[in-house]
C-alpha cells in the first residue's frame, strides 16, 4: 500500500479562479490517477497522469479545464481552472502499480460559490 | 464504455445481521476491487479479487470473483455499528489499463 497526502483538504472558491491540488505519496508509484466525485455520487475518471508527459484525459474532461502535472513520480498537481458551481466535488487522486490494486488519498473537498 | 451495476443502493439493518451486495457488469473484467467510504474520506480497499471463482476473506468480509468475469460479491457478517459508510464495487478491464470503473455505491446504515 501506499500513504497518500492531498492539500489542501477543502477550500471554498469565487466562481472564475483556479485552484491547484497537490498529491504527495510516500513511495515511487507506476501509475497516479485523479477522480472527481460529486455529492452523492459515485467516482468518475479524470485522467491518468503520466511522468514526465501529457495526462490522459478521459472523454468530457479536457486539459485546458483541468491541467495536470506529474514531475516525477511520487507527485502530482490537478488545477480546477475558471471555476463555476458545478465544479464543486470531491477530487481524489490515487495511486497504483499495474492492473491491480489502487489507493485513494483523503481528497479534496471543493466547493465554487 | 463499461458500466457497473451495483445493488442494492442502500441498506438497513440492524446490528448483529449479515449484508450482501453485489456488482453486474456486460463487460468482462480481470480485477474486481471493493471500496468503503466514511464521511470526509477517501476510498478505503477492503479487498482486492485478480482470479474468476477466487473467494477471498478480509475478517468478516467475504468477496468472491465471479465465474464469468461479469460480477462480483461482497458479503459483510455480523455487522456492527462502524460498518456505516458507502460501499463502492470497481473493476479493472483488459481493454483500459489501470482504469477503474465504480460501481454506483451501497449505502450502509447499521442500528444499534
Known amino acids: 500500500s501506499a500513504v497518500i497526502s492531498q492539500k489542501p483538504s477543502r477550500d471554498i472558491c469565487q466562481r472564475g479562479t483556479s485552484l491547484t491540488i497537490q498529491c504527495q505519496v510516500d513511495?515511487?508509484?507506476?501509475?497516479m490517477f485523479w477522480y472527481r466525485q460529486q455529492p452523492g455520487q459515485s467516482l468518475t475518471l479524470i485522467a491518468t497522469?503520466?511522468?514526465?508527459?501529457?495526462?490522459t484525459y478521459e472523454s468530457g474532461f479536457v486539459i485546458d479545464k483541468f491541467p495536470i502535472s506529474r514531475p516525477n513520480l511520487t507527485f502530482s498537481t490537478l488545477t480546477v481552472s475558471n471555476m463555476s458551481p458545478e465544479d464543486s466535488s470531491i477530487y481524489l487522486c490515487?495511486?497504483?502499480w499495474g492492473a491491480g490494486e489502487q489507493y485513494f488519498g483523503p481528497g479534496t473537498r471543493l466547493t465554487v460559490t | 464504455g463499461q458500466q457497473l451495476n451495483q445493488s442494492p443502493q442502500s441498506m438497513f439493518i440492524q446490528e448483529g445481521e449479515d449484508v450482501s451486495m453485489n456488482c453486474t457488469s456486460s463487460?468482462?473484467?480481470?480485477?474486481w476491487l471493493w471500496y468503503k467510504q466514511e464521511p470526509g474520506e477517501g476510498p478505503v480497499l477492503l479487498i482486492a479479487?485478480?482470479?474468476?471463482?477466487e473467494l477471498t476473506s478480509n475478517g468478516r468480509l467475504t468477496a468472491q470473483f465471479g465465474i464469468t468475469r461479469k460480477d462480483s460479491f461482497l458479503n459483510i457478517s455480523a455487522s456492527i455499528p462502524s460498518d456505516v459508510g458507502i460501499y463502492f464495487c470497481a473493476g479493472l478491464g483488459g481493454t483500459s489499463y489501470g482504469k477503474l470503473t465504480f460501481g454506483q455505491g451501497t449505502i450502509l446504515t447499521v442500528h444499534p
Open positions: 490515487s495511486v497504483g
Open positions: 513511495s515511487q508509484v507506476t501509475m
Open positions: 463487460s468482462i473484467f480481470n480485477t
Open positions: 497522469a503520466n511522468q514526465g508527459s501529457e495526462a
Open positions: 479479487l485478480y482470479k474468476a471463482g
